[in-house]
């Protein structure tokens, strides 16, 4: 009932400590029970990635690297995964917050919706997509017939495609971030006058902020390899749809060793994005 | 996707199929060892003979419905054979075959696809003595412009696809069927820029069938296999780029009389009803 | 604010009823302008459900919350007229110390610029100027709680609630940090109402004290009385005093049977300091009670015999836990449990005087 414990105070001192100082017992040995799966698991990861090192033609990179069509999917992918991560923050983020913060009919069957996309193979999706925003789908053709606006085959519909199969991936995470954050600062923002709204921009939103990072990273690097359902669903037009994974897809077909060199490149753009995100937020938390 | 027609398990059913194939073929080789002994001399002499065995055949996913039929028939023929297929793009067969996949039998949707075979994996040199070193011509297929049944843009010749406004699907250069539509419109001298480069032909025909597309290029056995829900039409070009499918018996098959007979079968007058009737045209 | 009406009652009116599973909670509390009061009891008494009732953070199942005449049981939390101190304080830890004070005046409408102002003028009052940048991690307990309440402040509340404000500290600051809450708190003009477990807090922070056990004030009074007469032995206990029920039958006070294990069968009586009828609590103080290895000669009125419970260190001195006829704590020197010789099972005379004795309604 009461919230405080009688060793509260004890436990917990405000007293500050100089970080990075703080003397704390040193570890014992690493257990190789948890080590040895966790060398084959990293293994696991990394070594089809070595396999496409071994392969890659390395005499001829430096060409291939920069054939402008490999650079306009390369920009395409970037531009297209960004949006799209935006878009989910602009929908998910209130999308999570409603799932962990409120009571409504029917809310355990929206949370299991939230995943559908992650069960579905994504041409599925894409087919879906199709059939609601098409040129003759539920919705599309009403958008086509009153705005002449059609979907299907511009960047647009690949970041449709992107928001779809990545979007679950920050709900899920920020949801979580927001069922583990101490709801009591909420409270406290409440009783200095702040309404739902602003409790939620000014107090929630900074206290999850990593989770809503964390998601974001997860839904970005989701978007940038998105394949089955941005093919289905905007088709494959170099510079307008084609992104990187239907580039290195139709490589595929012809020259396995461009596919390889796309692959690597794609790899090693997202490796870089993603480290100097991460480094800026370990930075700032 | 993994809807009911076995023809879209195609391209993205390969993996699972191929760890099958791989099963099947262990078998295959085993059966192959004990089978040796009491082979049969003449690989023409297929008719009748209990074969016996299992056989591993990749083929091009537009051959999934008419092999299956043909199959049929054979396993009928033969009852002690076990037919096992791989059906996927082509390319990609010829890559698995390359990478030592265990086939039998390997028929391509093209011939850049067999060649691509022939000089890396190989076909059997028996065989391939007898009938040729790229392979068995034993069908064709021709281009079809599809529309949706209304046809709502019109479209009466390839021509028509230049037209302002009217949205196109071509099959992607790197995959056969767009290579023969490189070819059939190179021919007409027209600019063509369609919306989109589809990753396989079953995709073009899905962007008309939803009428996502005014018109595609499609091969006359996709039009077939769409059972109305596409029209398609004849173009004089297509016949610049009439796509000849090989077929033959690869170099590392476990048992190549057996293979060699699945090939007959399927050049046999039997086999050509089969195709024929699933759009293909004779070679 | 509104001086062409006078306010009907001024200050807090509250009773507080709510029930959740088979806790049940039935408090009144009022208070006037500028007094504080703080709600003192143990841990799930309900203490700190009460404070979250007057902050409409719980809703109540029943009664009112008026403040300065006007009914606040139902208004949403963010629209009542009060400030509140948590626990950990829970400051925002993304915003500076200055921040942290004006984000109630940002909430209620203020410009940037006047909501900074205020605040600096608010951590100023509290010596916390050179601090105003600072995150909160980097604050000491004591600063964090000025910090705490200078953002309850900020928002001009006319009820302000402290949750357990002392909980948070180190015992070595306590002391300090007590005696500054308590002289920033006579400056507010508004009801103070705070919850604590620790009775010292509440004697030196509070006007005035209601003692709360099981959703329920058990005593209500000035920190000084409820301190010299304790009501319940919860209240006994927290305060250090030795309290005994009984009946007063002119010089002495029949006290009814202890639950004593051997000897109850006897009725102890007590003499205290001015003679009494009727029901009767009686509270002595430890250090009031003297051992003697035999039975004592002089003034001292009330003797016993009892056997030794249990010995502790008790600050310098050595508390003696004693049984018999009555159960008492006494508080002697260590020089005089050695000259005693006293451990677990003996048995030695137990005297108080009279005028230590302190006898009141029961």
Redesign the interface.
Known sequence: MTAQTPDRSRRRPRTPVPRGRVRRPRAGRVPWILVVPAVAGVLFLVLPFAGMLVRAPWPTMGARVTDPAVLAALWLSLSTATVATVVSLLLGVPLAWLLARTEFPGRRFVRALVTVPLVIPPVVGGVALLLVLGRNGLVGQYLDAWFGLTLPFTPAAVVIAQVFVAMPFLVISVEGALRGADRRYEEAAATLGADRVTVFTRVTLPMVLPGIGAGAVLCWARALGEFGATITFAGNFPGTTQTMPLAVYMAMQRDPEAAIVLSLVLLLVSLVVLATLRERWVNAS | MRDSSPRRAGRRGHRPLTGLAAVAALGVALTACGAEDTGPGDGADTFGDALSGELTVFAAASLTDVFAEIADDFQERHPDVAVTFNFAGSSELAQQINAGAPADVFAAANTATMEQVVEGEGLDADWAGEHGEHGLVFATNTLRIAVPPDNPAGIGDLADLAGDGVQAAFCAEEVPCGAATTTAVGASGLEITPVTYEEDVRAVLTKVELGEVDAGLVYSTDVISAEGRVEGLEFPEAEEAVNDYPIGVLANSGDSALAAAWIEAVTSAEGAAVLTGAGFGAP | MRPTTPAPTAGLDAELRLT?GD?TLDVALSARPGEIIALLGP???????ALRAL?G?VPLTGGHVRVDGADETTTA????P???V???Y?L???LSALDNVA??PR??GSSRAEARSRAAELLDHMDLAAHAHSRP??????Q?QRVALA??L??RPRLL?L??P??????S?RIDVRARLRHLLEDFDGVTVL?T?DPLDAMVLADRIAVVESGRVVQRGAPAEVARRPRTSYVARLVGLNLFQGRGEGETVALDSAPGKDGADEVARVTPREPYEGPALVAFPPRAVALYPEHPHGSTRNVWRLTVEGIERFGDQVRVHLTGPLSLAADITPAALAELGLSRGDTVWAGVKATEVECYPG
């Open positions: 959740r806790f841990n799930g008494a309900g203490k700190s459900s902050a953070l939390v963010e629209h009542r009060i400030g509140m948590f626990q950990d829970l925002f830890e993304h984000f109630g909430c209620q991690r980097q604050l000491s307990g004591g964090a953002r309850a900020a928002v609630l949750d357990e002392m909980a948070a500290l180190d015992a600051t919850v477990h």
